[in-house]
């Protein structure tokens, strides 16, 4: 859709850190769950995190547990995503995207009516 705007991608090695940002302008946000996905070449769209409305609940993908954090400040409409310990396999477009429901209800993509154009994050080994 376009309306949600990534940033913080980009090259980083193996053992690394990001921190992805997305905002939200002109979109209602504080009441909404918000999550990033990421679609890596030849593979299909996943969940990686999952945030509600107000931050009280959290959802990870087995995959990042422990490595990765999903925060927003909804002052800001900004949902973040702090990348630590990143290795290859996490090489992948990242999009933010909107569910408009402010508990976590489903962690696919489907369910999610908006998204952004996505960032890159390559890690090199």
């Known amino acids: 859709q376009g309306q949600l705007v990534e940033s913080g991608g980009g090259l980083v090695q193996t053992g690394g850190s990001l921190r992805l940002a997305c905002v939200a302008p002109?979109?209602?946000?504080?009441?909404?769950?918000m999550a990033w996905f990421r679609q890596a070449p030849g593979k299909h769209r996943v969940i990686v995190a999952a945030i509600s409305w107000n931050g009280g609940d959290t959802y990870y993908s087995d995959f990042v547990k422990r490595r990765f954090t999903i925060s927003r400040n909804n002052a800001k409409n900004t949902v973040y995503l702090q990348m630590n310990s990143l290795k290859a396999e996490d090489t992948a477009v990242y999009y933010c995207?909107?569910?408009?429901?402010?508990?976590?209800?489903?962690?696919?993509?489907?369910?999610?009516?908006?998204w952004g154009k996505g960032t890159q994050v390559t890690v090199s080994s």
């Open positions: 995207e909107e569910d408009v429901a402010r508990a976590i209800v489903t962690i696919h993509d489907a369910g999610y009516e908006y």
């Open positions: 002109g979109l209602a946000f504080v009441d909404y769950t």
